[in-house]
């Protein structure tokens, strides 16, 4: 269907359908699934980070978009995004932005979805750097920050940071993709834990098909570049994996090799 914008609205088809959807969510299908009602529309444009304007074929509206990062290179106009419906009632916006197709290919933007693929990967086996860890605690708070997730077993423990990664370039998947103060100090807290002789792991999720290998993205965050190199130095483990990103849900894709520049 045409819509009085600059690109047609992808109808979701048989996205919806009643098997397909109990397929996602009891672990037939995807990984984590997309919950009915998601839908397509078009980008129009990005206010102060959290706002996106979109087109559907009943008009313009703004989402939710909980991506902080520049999401360099996805949010041109006309693009084709997927947006979620909003599960908490009365939620001011209705929807969230979950992907952006740019150039042909579906990008996870949901800075939430790492910790989610994590922990289902985790429960599933999926994953073998998590494997033996009988429990799986999120959020938890440690020497006055907070840590993606602690995960516990008899006599051990392992911290982890999740991080998204929408950026790719020449099949070299990066991150960050705008400076992160923030992320900085997530690699700090890994080595400190990494040097008390804790285990420590910096979880890189790529939500797009299309990338070959991992590297930080020196040519953005110099700073968290180096930081990046010297945690790997000194004892963090680094997982970046693929995700498989489509309409109906994202599943973990392989795991990515790491790439330093000479």
Not at 84 to 110: D, M, Q
Not at 158 to 171: H, S
Request: hydrophobic letters at 40%.
């Amino acid at each position: 269907m045409n819509v009085a914008g600059p690109c047609t609205v992808l109808a979701r088809g048989e996205h919806d359908s009643a098997a397909e959807r109990q397929a996602m969510d009891n672990g037939t299908g995807h990984l984590i699934g997309f919950p009915t009602g998601t839908r397509t529309a078009c980008f129009i444009r990005r206010e102060k980070r959290f706002l996106v304007e979109v087109e559907t074929e009943e008009g313009r509206f703004w989402v939710h978009c909980n991506n902080s990062g520049s999401m360099m290179g996805l949010l041109r106009p006309g693009n084709h995004v997927l947006i979620s419906p909003a599960t908490r009632p009365g939620r001011k916006l209705a929807y969230t932005l979950e992907l952006v197709k740019a150039n042909g290919v579906w990008v996870g933007v949901n800075t939430l979805m790492p910790n989610r693929i994590l922990r289902a990967a985790w429960q599933r086996g999926l994953m073998p750097e998590v494997s033996g860890y009988e429990g799986f605690h999120p959020e938890v708070e440690i020497g006055g920050s907070r840590i993606d997730a602690l995960l516990s077993g008899p006599g051990r423990r392992l911290w982890v940071e999740a991080k998204n990664v929408t950026l790719v370039e020449f099949d070299v998947a990066s991150f960050p993709d705008a400076v992160t103060q923030r992320g900085q100090r997530h690699l700090r807290r890994l080595m400190s834990l990494a040097a008390e002789g804790e285990r420590s792991a910096c979880f890189y999720l790529v939500q797009r098909a299309d990338a070959r290998c991992f590297s930080p993205a020196d040519f953005v965050d110099p700073a968290y570049a180096e930081l990046f190199w010297r945690a790997v130095e000194e004892g963090v483990e680094i997982w970046p994996y693929t995700a498989v990103v489509g309409p109906e849900g994202i599943s973990l894709g392989p795991r990515l090799s790491l790439v330093r520049p000479r």
